[in-house]
């Protein structure tokens, strides 16, 4: 195989440069202090966030891209030899601090990666995207759209993070008494702490590292590590777990609050923290609870201790819909290769592509022939006769296995690759 270009989001060796969406560890699986192989475009946000997150990396390897501007990159052909240029340009993804999408232009055509993205029609952050994204194709047409697809299923609805914010709100002053535990990563969801510092008038603990975070992104006094200023707790998301919440409720009532655009199933994973997990084909009960002023709030209670609130980095289904109409790309590309809910995103989206009819027949029907497989691989348990059945069976069985592994976690549910490497025979058909 040739070398690559490119790569986005991938870390092997053999590109000549590469790009880093945002510092969410399944983007960055790979990337070590001592990665050297080229060099390494990012946001300046993602430049400013690097030493915390590898200590230790050559900094003289990062470029920063500013965004909406075109850079060239000269580079040369692996396959001829001869120089070329590809041309990027970084737009905001409107995801976690620093997340960027990236354009690209060079003898592959014209490809958008979103990484993870969130495109809220009512943000003027997306708005500014949105421009930006426009007036650089201009009348060119997008070859490629490598889509994030986390949520690229109708069942998937979720309102604007403003909203979900304010049912953080709603739920925090309706436990004027309690403790609360909001469950975050190592990165993401500052402007949602934030906005309940400022709303509350309270600061909000978050551990050492996650303070040296908020730190560096300019968050200076509304964060804090001592336990006795505050009753607002954000912890890591990999120990808010029911276990967490039963001991917390054993010294003082406590209610957790994770916000994600998983409804959350009601299963515990038995293993190392005693996590809960979401899993999208499970939904979680709805109940109302009595605000002060008489109001009732609609919310997701996962257990007696726990609240889901929707509050996602990621796109929406009718988000991810508009965007592809508005891009209406050749042809589109997930970037999440294997979930639990994962459907080809053409599938759903193929009316707005200019790819041919006959190669989006093909998507449906192998879209409709893995979903017979998998509701095979699921039914194997009726005993098979034959040897060949039995042979069927096993493989089926393994199938299964890998499904079952596939389902729930939201980690295990996005654990895959989600980079690419663009060679230079890579053209658009
Ligand atoms: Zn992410």
């Given at each position: 195989m040739e070398s690559g270009i490119i790569s986005v989001d991938r870390w092997s060796q053999g590109s000549q440069a590469y790009f880093i969406t945002h510092l969410h560890a399944d983007h960055t699986?790979?990337?070590?202090?001592?990665?050297?192989?080229?060099?390494?475009?990012?946001?300046?946000?993602?430049?400013?966030?690097?030493?915390?997150?590898?200590?230790?990396?050559?900094?003289?390897?990062?470029?920063?891209?500013?965004?909406?501007?075109?850079?060239?990159?000269?580079?040369?052909?692996?396959?001829?030899?001869?120089?070329?240029?590809?041309?990027?340009?970084?737009?905001?993804?409107?995801?976690?601090?620093?997340?960027?999408?990236?354009?690209?232009?060079?003898?592959?055509?014209?490809?958008?990666?979103?990484?993870?993205?969130?495109?809220?029609?009512?943000?003027?952050?997306?708005?500014?995207?949105r421009d930006m994204l426009l007036k650089a194709l201009k009348d060119e047409k997008?070859?490629?759209?490598?889509?994030?697809?986390?949520?690229?299923?109708?069942?998937?609805?979720?309102?604007?993070?403003?909203?979900?914010?304010?049912?953080?709100?709603?739920?925090?002053?309706?436990?004027?008494?309690?403790?609360?535990?909001?469950?975050?990563?190592?990165?993401?969801?500052?402007?949602?702490?934030?906005?309940?510092?400022?709303?509350?008038?309270?600061?909000?603990?978050?551990?050492?590292?996650?303070?040296?975070?908020?730190?560096?992104?300019?968050?200076?006094?509304?964060?804090?590590?001592?336990?006795?200023?505050?009753?607002?707790?954000?912890?890591?998301?990999?120990?808010?777990?029911i276990e967490t919440l039963e001991g917390l409720n054993m010294m003082r009532p406590t209610i957790g609050i994770m916000p994600s655009g998983l409804p959350w199933a009601k299963k515990i994973f038995k293993g190392k923290g005693n996590v809960i997990y979401p899993s999208p084909s499970c939904g979680v009960a709805s109940t109302k609870i009595k605000r002060s002023n008489g109001d009732s709030l609609d919310v997701r209670i996962y257990n007696q201790y726990i609240y889901t609130v929707p509050y996602s980095d990621h796109s929406c289904f009718a988000e991810i819909k508009e965007f592809v109409e508005l891009l209406q790309p050749t042809s589109i590309k997930g970037i999440v290769s294997s979930s639990a809910s994962y459907v080809e995103p053409l599938y759903y989206f193929g009316d707005f592509c200019s790819t041919n009819q006959a190669s989006r027949m093909s998507y449906k029907k192998l879209w409709y022939e893995e979903r017979v497989e998998r509701l095979e691989a699921i039914q194997i348990k009726s005993p098979v006769g034959s040897t060949n059945s039995n042979q069927v069976r096993r493989k089926r069985r393994r199938r299964s296995g890998l499904l079952v592994s596939q389902v729930n976690r939201v980690s295990i549910l996005r654990r895959v690759r989600r980079g690419i490497k663009i060679m230079d025979t890579e053209f658009p058909s």
């Open positions: 699986r790979g990337l070590t202090p001592t990665w050297k192989w080229g060099p390494l475009f990012c946001s300046r946000i993602t430049a400013k966030l690097f030493p915390s997150k590898f200590p230790g990396f050559k900094l003289s390897l990062l470029r920063i891209l500013n965004l909406g501007h075109w850079y060239s990159l000269p580079l040369f052909s692996p396959s001829s030899g001869q120089p070329t240029t590809v041309q990027a340009m970084a737009i905001d993804a409107h995801h976690c601090p620093g997340a960027v999408m990236y354009l690209f232009r060079g003898e592959f055509g014209c490809m958008l990666f979103t990484g993870d993205f969130r495109w809220e029609t009512t943000s003027h952050r997306a708005k500014i995207a997008l070859d490629t759209l490598y889509l994030d697809n986390t949520y690229c299923n109708p069942s998937y609805c979720f309102p604007s993070r403003d909203v979900a914010a304010r049912q953080v709100i709603n739920i925090i002053t309706t436990h004027p008494n309690h403790d609360i535990v909001i469950g975050i990563d190592s990165l993401g969801k500052e402007d949602l702490l934030h906005y309940v510092s400022q709303e509350l008038k309270i600061k909000i603990w978050v551990w050492p590292e996650r303070l040296q975070t908020m730190h560096l992104l300019g968050f200076q006094d509304n964060f804090t590590t001592k336990t006795s200023l505050t009753r607002v707790r954000a912890i890591p998301r990999y120990s808010f777990s």
